[in-house]
C-alpha cells in the first residue's frame, strides 16, 4: 500500500505542482525520473513478492489435523509455463480492450457523457480478470490473496504503464499529460488514507467496504456529471 501510494502521488498529483515545465506535464528529464523510480519501486515490489517474503504471498496447505504448512514452491516447468500463460492472457485482455474501444467511443458519445469516462472504462476492462479473482479469493475468504491480486494489480498498472508510456513520449517527443484534476486528487488522497486506516489495524469490517465503494461511486459519477 506505500508502494502503491507513492507511485500514485508521483505520477498523477506531483505533475500539477512542478515549475520546471507548466504542469500538468513533466519534462523530459523529470518524466525520465519518474519512470525510472516507477520501474524501480515496481522491482523491489517484485523481489519481496518472488524472493524475499515470497510466502506471504503463497497459499498454504492445511495438515489432517488442521495445522497449516508451507506452501511448495513451484517447480521450474510450472513457473515457464505460468510465465507464458499469464503473457498470453494479458495480450488477449490488452486485445480485447483495444477492439472494444471504438465501440465505447461511439456509445459515450452518443450518451453525451465525458470522453474522460472511455478510459475508465478501459481501464476496467483490463483490471477485470484481476478483479474478479480477488472478489472470488475474498468470496472464500482468503482475504491475503484477494488484497494480494488487488493491490498488485493496482501496482503493476501504474509501476509498469507510466514506464511504457514515458519511453514513448520521451521517444516521439509527443507530450503526455500526468496530473489529474482537483477532483481526482482529492478522491485519490482520501482513498488512500481511507485504504491505509483499514488496512493499518488489521481488522476491518463492512464499513470501511462501504467508504471505499462509496468513493469509487464518487468517482464514476463525477466522471459522467463533473
Request: hydrophobic share 55%; aromatic share 4%; proline share 5%.
Amino acid at each position: 500500500m506505500a508502494t502503491l501510494g507513492a507511485i500514485a502521488v508521483l505520477t498523477l498529483v506531483l505533475p500539477n505542482h512542478t515549475t520546471s515545465h507548466p504542469g500538468p506535464v513533466y519534462s523530459s528529464s523529470q518524466l525520465a525520473f519518474v519512470a525510472l523510480v516507477s520501474a524501480g519501486l515496481y522491482g523491489v515490489f517484485v523481489l519481496v513478492q518472488s524472493v524475499r517474503h515470497r510466502e506471504y504471498f503463497l497459499t498454504p496447505t492445511t495438515s489432517d489435523d488442521g495445522d497449516e504448512l508451507p506452501a511448495h514452491p513451484a517447480t521450474n516447468g510450472a513457473a515457464l509455463l505460468s510465465a507464458g500463460l499469464l503473457l498470453a492472457c494479458l495480450g488477449a485482455v490488452v486485445l480485447l480492450a483495444k477492439a472494444l474501444a471504438p465501440s465505447i467511443e461511439a456509445s459515450v458519445a452518443a450518451a453525451g457523457a465525458p470522453k474522460s469516462l472511455v478510459g475508465v472504462i478501459i481501464a476496467g476492462v483490463v483490471l477485470l480478470p484481476e478483479g474478479l479473482a480477488a472478489f472470488r479469493a475474498a468470496r472464500i475468504n482468503r482475504l491475503q490473496t484477494s488484497l494480494n491480486l488487488a493491490l498488485g494489480s493496482a501496482l503493476a498498472s501504474i509501476g509498469l504503464t507510466i514506464p511504457a508510456v514515458a519511453i514513448v513520449s520521451i521517444t516521439t517527443g509527443m507530450h503526455l499529460t500526468l496530473g489529474i484534476d482537483s477532483k481526482s486528487t482529492v478522491l485519490l488522497l482520501l482513498s488512500l488514507f481511507v485504504t491505509g486506516q483499514s488496512l493499518g489495524t488489521g481488522r476491518t469490517t463492512v464499513m470501511q467496504g462501504a467508504v471505499l465503494l462509496v468513493l469509487f461511486a464518487t468517482y464514476l459519477f463525477t466522471t459522467i456529471v463533473p
